[in-house]
């Protein structure tokens, strides 16, 4: 009798665990695949909160993690768990794509899979050779004090020529090649002056002339900020988007001329990782529609943004190079990233053993 009562009591709670277990099974299957992304910190955060993390939630019924970092942080993490990656989808600069691809940590794109980077302008697809889409940018040129500064530069080589003639004094900031943004004006320049890709000495000569005038060459993008906000620097290479977020903290005596030929083209692009979440598709998918770029794009006004059909919010469009408004881009200058890349090394040699900065 005992022991009836105990197998009935015990098949009746395995029917119920069995129930429950059904049901928890079932409501983990509605809460869809979780996937941990890559993310610059601040109001990047903000930008992908805004569409692209809701779009996501929306297709899938998953979240996303996001880790805060940059691209050197997630190819570390990437590389010491590779097997089972501790992220499925980053972001990085063109250059980063190269690197990662060589390293073998990023998966070629499907275009099944992604149908919304059908929109994404070629110019944004073609140069990564199907690793990567960019998703935003924004212009490099000339940001300086209009107080002390009245004839900004109307040209790269002309500003090489006038910081090297001491003319802003020790008032200069120029971005180390370390920095993509450094490595892509060092390059552009360099093509000016009429070097090439294996031959940097004629922006390297200019560089040293230049040198007793830079005060800091900078590897951070926010000190050029700080620096001519202080009154530290009058002058110094830098971005437009960056540029637009000191003058919306008041500092309207800061402004930013575009130099000719143009800005060299660099830009944010979207990555899945090898051995990733399957999930990180539908993620990356997002990142790609029009209308989740121009929900980002709330945060970041002046930056242009890569879908052909993107609406720019006013207080963006406002700032936007009437090339990226006319999908033209035709002030961007494009830089042949995957051999660059290929050729950092002896660039950074170069720099090191001349520049020694």
């Not at 936007?320 to 660059?340: G, M, Y």
């Amino acid at each position: 009798m005992g022991t009836g009562t105990t197998r009935r009591a015990f098949l009746r709670a395995l029917t119920v665990g069995s129930a429950g277990s059904a049901w928890a099974a079932r409501l983990a299957h509605a809460a869809g695949p979780n996937i941990v992304a890559g993310s610059f910190a601040g109001v990047w955060v903000d930008g992908l909160k805004a569409g692209v993390i809701p779009c996501y939630k929306r297709k899938t019924g998953g979240d996303v993690e996001l880790v805060v970092g940059t691209p050197t942080d997630f190819v570390q993490k990437v590389m010491a768990t590779r097997d089972r990656p501790a992220i499925d989808a980053m972001i990085g600069t063109d250059a980063d794509v190269f690197q990662n691809a060589q390293l073998g940590i990023i998966e070629k794109l499907q275009p099944a899979k992604l149908p919304n980077v059908a929109g994404i302008l070629p110019i944004f697809k073609e140069p990564y050779e199907g690793w990567a889409f960019g998703f935003d940018g924004g212009r490099d040129g000339v940001t300086y004090n209009a107080n002390k500064v009245k004839n900004p530069p109307k040209s790269w080589i002309e500003f090489t020529e006038r910081v090297a003639k001491g003319e802003f004094g020790r008032a200069v900031l120029y971005p180390h090649l370390t920095a993509t943004d450094g490595l892509a004006i060092t390059w552009l320049i360099n093509r000016e002056l009429g070097g090439s890709l294996a031959d940097p000495s004629p922006v390297i000569r200019r560089l040293r002339e230049m040198k007793p005038y830079i005060t800091k060459f900078w590897t951070s993008n926010a000190e050029p900020g700080t620096a001519l906000t202080s009154g530290e620097v009058d002058i110094a290479a830098w971005t437009d988007g960056r540029t637009f977020g000191v003058q919306s903290a008041g500092n309207r005596h800061i402004q930013f001329a575009l130099p000719a030929p143009g800005s060299p083209m660099l830009t944010i692009c979207f990555m899945k990782i090898k051995n990733g979440s399957d999930a990180a598709w539908e993620y990356l998918n997002c990142a790609a529609d029009a209308k989740n770029q121009a929900l980002w794009n709330q945060y970041f006004p002046g930056y242009y943004m890569t879908h052909q059909n993107n609406d720019y919010p006013a207080a963006s469009r406002e700032k936007q190079d009437p090339t990226s408004l006319d999908r033209s881009f035709k002030n961007w200058i494009q830089v042949p990233w995957k051999e660059l890349s290929r050729l950092r090394p002896q660039w950074m040699e170069a720099w090191t053993r001349e520049i020694g900065a």
